[in-house]
C-alpha cells in the first residue's frame, strides 16, 4: 500500500543510485499485515503476477452442475460442497487460480447459504487483484452472518488495499465492535492511519493489537513502522527486535530493522540486517538499493555499485519473465534474459537461457554470441572461440568478433586476437595489451621490426605502456577452468519457467 511504510533513506551522495532503480520499487517497506487470510495490504498486488489475467466469467461452472445443485438433496449439496471444497483447496496449491475459481463457484451453487464459501471465493479474487468482485462476495458473506467480525475485517482489508479509508474504517471499527477481543482489526486499522497520515493513532491501534496478543509479530513490525514516522527510532528498533525475536525468518522485520538501524546512523548494522533480508528472499530489489545506501555511508563504494546493479537486474529479469510467460517461443526474449543474467554473472541461468533460445532457433548469432561469453567468463576459451565463430557465420557482428578476440587472447595467440579486434573496429586498453604481448613474442623470434611496430601500436592506444609491462601481463594471464564461478541462485519464478 503506497505511502504507508518509511522506505527511503537520507539519500546524500547515493541519490545518482536511486534515481536508477526507486522509480522501479514499491514505496511500502513490505510489512506483512495481517488480512483476511493473513496477507499484507500489497499482497493483493503482488500475488497478482500469479493469477493475471482470470476472469470470472470463465470462472463459473457448467450448467450442469447448477442444475443438480437445484435438484439434489440437502446432505447431497453439502457433501458435494464440501468435495468441491477439497478440490479448490487442492488447486489452490498448484497455484492454479482459475480451476479454484471453477471448484469454488461450483460449491457456492451448491449451498448458497454459506458465508464461508462466499468468504474463500472473495480472498481468492482479492489475490487475483479482483477487488470489486472480492467485495461483492465477501458483502455477501455479510449478509449471510451479520454478526461475524472477521467477515467485516476481511471486507475493511479489501476497502484499505483499494485505498477506500472510509469504507474501510467503518468495517475495522465494526469487527472492533463485534469482538473487543479480536486483535486483526486492530493491526489492519493501525495501518489505515499509518496511509492517512495519523502515526499516533496507528501506534495506539497496534499498542491495543499487542495487549490482546502479545506474540502478534505483524503488529509489532507495523508498530515499528509507525514509531520510525514519528521519528522515535530507538523504539522501533526494539519494536522490530522483538518481531524477530518472534520470528527469526521475517526479511520484512530484518529490512525495517535495518531502516532503523540507518536512521540511527549505525551503518554497519544496518548492512548487516540488509544483507539478512537479503538471504531469505534474494529477489526483493529495494533490500539492495537499501543495503546499497548504507554501503555508500561506509564509503564502500564498489559494493554499493555492485548492489545496484543487482537490483537492476532482477527488475529487468522480472520484466522479461512477464514476455516470456505471454510469447515463451520467442528467442529473442530468451536471449535477453540472458544477456541481463550475465550482466550480474549468473552464469548457469543465463547459459540455460542462450541454449532454450537456440533450441527455438540454432543460427540465433545473439545467443551464440552469449553463450560463447559464458564460455569466456568460465575460462573456457576453446568453446568460447567455436561458439562465436559459429555466431559469426550467421551474421558478421561486432559484438561477436569482439569476444572471439577476447578468447583468443586468453589463449596467447596474439595474431588472430589482434585480427578479430581489428574486425570489431576496437581500441582499448586490452587492445593495447594484445599487441604489446605480441611485441615480446617478435623480438624474441629476431622479428625486431615487427615488434617496433607492435609497441609503438600498443602505446599509442595507452600511452602509459611500457616494455616493462609486457612481462607483467605475460605473467598475469589467468589460467583457464571449466569451473564455474559460486553464485546464489536466482528466484524460483527464473528458474521454474516450464520446457515448451
Known sequence: MAGCNETAMECGDMRFYRCVLMACLAAGCGAANDGPSGSSPTSAQTAATATDGVRVAEAQPPAIVQASAETAKPADRRAEATALVARAEQLHRQGDALGTLRALTAAIAATPDSADLYSKRAAVLASAQLLPKAIADITRAIELAPRDAKLHNSRGFYFLSQQNYDRAMEDFNDAIGLDLA?????????????????????IADFDAALRIDPKYRDALNNRGLALMQVKRFDEALESFTSALDLSPEYPTGWNNRGLAYHKLKRHADAVADFTKAIELQPDVPKYYVQRAEALEQLDRREAALKDIEYATS?????????????????????????????????????????????????????????????????????QAVKDASQAIEVQHDFIAFSLRGDAF?????????????????????????????????????????????????????????????????????????????ELPPLPDDVQALPEQ
Open 182 to 202: 479480536y486483535s486483526h482489526p486492530y493491526n489492519n486499522r493501525g495501518l489505515l492511519r499509518i496511509a492517512t497520515g495519523d502515526p499516533e493513532k496507528a
Open 314 to 382: 532482477l527488475v529487468q529479469v522480472a520484466e522479461i519473465n512477464q514476455s516470456i510467460k505471454r510469447s515463451p517461443s520467442d528467442a529473442g526474449l530468451w536471449v535477453r534474459r540472458g544477456q541481463v543474467l550475465l550482466s550480474a554473472d549468473r552464469l548457469d541461468e543465463a547459459l540455460a537461457d542462450f541454449e532454450r533460445a537456440l533450441r527455438l532457433n540454432p543460427d540465433n548469432a545473439a545467443a551464440l554470441t552469449g553463450r560463447a561469453a559464458v564460455a569466456l567468463r568460465r575460462g573456457n576459451s576453446a
Open 409 to 485: 587472447f586468453a589463449q596467447g595467440d596474439y595474431d588472430h586476437a589482434i585480427e578479430d579486434y581489428v574486425a570489431a573496429q576496437r581500441a582499448d586498453s586490452q587492445v593495447a595489451r594484445a599487441y604489446l604481448l605480441r611485441s615480446e613474442q617478435r623480438k624474441a623470434a629476431g622479428q625486431v621490426d615487427q615488434a617496433s611496430a607492435d609497441f609503438d601500436r600498443a602505446v599509442s592506444l595507452d600511452p602509459s605502456l611500457s616494455p616493462e609491462d609486457a612481462a607483467r601481463l605475460k605473467a598475469a594471464q589467468p589460467v583457464e577452468s571449466d569451473t564455474p564461478r
